[in-house]
């Protein structure tokens, strides 16, 4: 056990949530860490308990309000028991390269796919807070954009739909950078690699569009200074103010310095080894970020891409200590409305975050 006497072992796990019983009572403290408060009355007290009902489904003693344990959680109106949901976020915050739906499916033995796919998706949406901090303050921050898809079958050659997403990383210097500097200084001739002396800290990544393609602005140059909006907009929501913003030569982040952000930008120019010195972090998190949907879960749809970025984002930066993620998913979770399987598939479910 850690020292928040939360399980780090699956046999720990198993021990400390065997059924639905323990689940609901740990639940139950997570919502009301000071005993049950009536949400009608704010009366502090035991409530009654319907020992014959399935669900959880407790009564204030002053004002008989009937309060289910899981509403206004991700669990709402579920039918599959508590003892599953834990069982699924244990799974998805503590395995290392994250889970498809499919292998969700088979290990916690459920019937359909639908199922399994729907409790994934609730469960990320729980894994965004709506007031979470802005990253950088005292580090800087890397800001770039990538297109994640590939090619379509069946649409002859080249990459079709494909989703813009745009990136911010903060670069947090090593505590022991100096001693690295000195120890790989004879085998680097022209200077160190940055990222032998640096390290990513915190990161966001949101779904954007309106941003050119590549392709499109060498085709046409005067689509350079579109998406400039939707970019500086992503940085003032996500980035604190005053941080340096390190970005490349794109016209789209030249009002960030109006903005209040001291502005590092350098032209790339297709130089491998000017991406590598100037925006070393934001390169490797596109790159893991595109095995992951790939390896992981063979590509997917643009109408959930926000979902999985959430998912990326919620594990990387809790990559340090991902046992403990399990508790901050379901911390997260009881302060979040999740959508139903229609508002999925409609795209009519807007993030609180």
Not at 96 to 119: C, D, H, K, N, V
Not at 228 to 252: K, P
Not at 295 to 304: A, C, F, L, P, R
Request: proline share 6%; hydrophobic share 35%; glycine share 10%.
């Amino acid at each position: 056990m850690d020292p928040r006497n939360f399980p780090t072992s699956l046999p720990e796990f198993q021990r400390v949530f065997p059924d639905d019983a323990s689940c609901a009572k740990y639940l139950e403290t997570l919502r009301w860490p000071n005993g049950f408060t009536c949400p009608k009355c704010g009366v502090v007290g035991e409530p009654y308990r319907f020992a014959t009902r399935k669900s959880t489904v407790l009564r204030c003693r002053v004002c008989s309000e009937n309060v289910s344990l899981t509403a206004g959680t991700v669990m709402q109106k579920t039918h599959t028991p508590l003892s599953t949901w834990f069982w699924g976020a244990y799974l998805v915050t503590t395995q290392t390269p994250g889970m498809s739906a499919l292998q969700f499916q088979r290990q916690l033995g459920l019937g359909r796919y639908e199922t399994a796919f729907q409790i994934l998706h609730k469960l990320r949406a729980g894994m965004v807070r709506p007031d979470r901090d802005t990253i950088g303050g005292d580090h800087p921050v890397e800001v770039d954009e990538c297109y994640v898809g590939g090619k379509t079958r069946g649409e002859g050659k080249g990459v079709h739909h494909q989703a813009c997403v745009v990136g911010a990383v903060e670069v947090r210097t090593r505590k022991d950078a100096d001693e690295r500097a000195a120890k790989w200084k004879d085998s680097h001739k022209e200077g160190v690699p940055a990222k032998k002396l640096v390290y990513a800290g915190r990161i966001r990544l949101q779904v954007v569009s309106g941003i050119p393609s590549k392709l499109e602005m060498l085709a046409n140059p005067l689509t350079t200074g579109r998406g400039a909006e939707q970019l500086c907009g992503f940085v003032q929501e996500n980035v604190t103010a005053g941080s340096v913003v390190r970005t490349d030569g794109w016209i789209g982040y030249k009002g960030l310095p109006d903005l209040g952000y001291p502005h590092e930008s350098l032209a790339m120019n297709g130089d491998p080894d000017k991406c590598e010195s100037h925006l070393p972090m934001i390169h490797l998190v596109f790159s893991n970020l595109k095995t992951w949907l790939l390896g992981t879960h063979h590509g997917v749809s643009q109408q959930h891409l926000q979902s999985y970025l959430d998912e990326y984002t919620f594990r990387f930066n809790r990559r340090f200590y991902p046992m403990t993620a399990f508790h901050s998913v379901l911390g997260l979770a009881v302060k979040t409305v999740p959508p139903t399987y229609a508002q999925l598939y409609s795209g009519e479910w807007t993030r609180a975050a």
